[in-house]
């Protein structure tokens, strides 16, 4: 099966600094990738999507500019947040759809990202 | 706007078998989706309905009715690892998917 990973399963970090989350599909070329935050006791909140090698399309209310977004290849879309705050800690979910299935998105393991 | 409601929490017996419903009004419809989610982990895809009618896999089962712009998740022969959100998703005109707040679902021995 379709089979997405993402790396840090968590992180700490301190405010003001910028954390890097991957997201990458192992056995599939992902055309589309999607990036989800969800907050504790609350369902998933898609933020971007970024296709393969055009610029991400953000949710309203997402600042492009602290959520960077970068899908360079079919298989590789990462998320970095910068000049983090405790607010933006969360756990943040990658999926991944094929040009294939295009109905169906495999989600990754998801990041916990804790700033202090 | 589009919205998705279903409900907050459901509690049932192990063994027994319960019904999740899902109701949604959204800009188009590409597809209804049901997602398993265990605490700190991200959901699995469990059921895909684009037709009306039911679909059954094992244990579970999903129905259709786009009509009444409703959808409801089969769960039967409760076991105690079935303790998850369960969310309910609907693909919009744009296929993006549209989340539901889940539903808690507690099994209880």
């Known amino acids: 099966g379709a089979v997405v990973s993402q790396h840090p399963s968590w992180v700490i970090c301190k405010s003001g600094t910028s954390v890097k989350i991957e997201c990458r599909s192992l056995d599939f070329q992902a055309t589309t990738m999607f990036w989800y935050r969800q907050f504790p006791k609350q369902s998933l909140m898609l933020m971007a999507t970024s296709n393969e090698g055009s610029k991400a399309t953000y949710e309203q209310g997402v600042e492009k500019d602290k959520f960077l977004i970068n899908h360079a290849s079919l298989t590789l879309s990462t998320l970095t947040v910068t000049s983090a705050h405790p607010e933006d800690s969360s756990f943040y979910i990658c999926?991944?759809?094929?040009?294939?299935?295009?109905?169906?998105?495999?989600f990754g393991p998801g990041t916990r990202l804790t700033v202090t | 706007g589009q919205n998705i409601d279903q409900p907050t929490e459901m509690t049932a017996t192990e063994g027994a078998i319960v019904q999740i419903n899902c109701t949604y009004q959204?800009?188009?419809?590409?597809?209804l989706f049901w997602y398993q989610q265990h605490a700190g982990e991200a959901p699995t895809f469990l059921s895909y309905?684009?037709l009306d009618g039911l679909e059954e896999k094992g244990r579970f089962s999903s129905f259709l009715s786009r009509s009444k712009g409703y959808s409801y998740l089969l769960l039967k022969e409760l076991q105690m690892k079935d303790s998850a959100s369960y969310l309910c998703?609907?693909?919009?005109?744009?296929?993006?998917?549209?989340w539901g707040a889940g539903t808690k679902l507690i099994i209880k021995p």
């Open positions: 999926s991944a759809r094929s040009g294939r299935d295009f109905y169906e998105q495999y």
């Open positions: 998703a609907v693909m919009d005109s744009n296929y993006q998917l549209i």
């Open positions: 959204t800009s188009g419809f590409n597809g």
């Open positions: 309905n684009v």
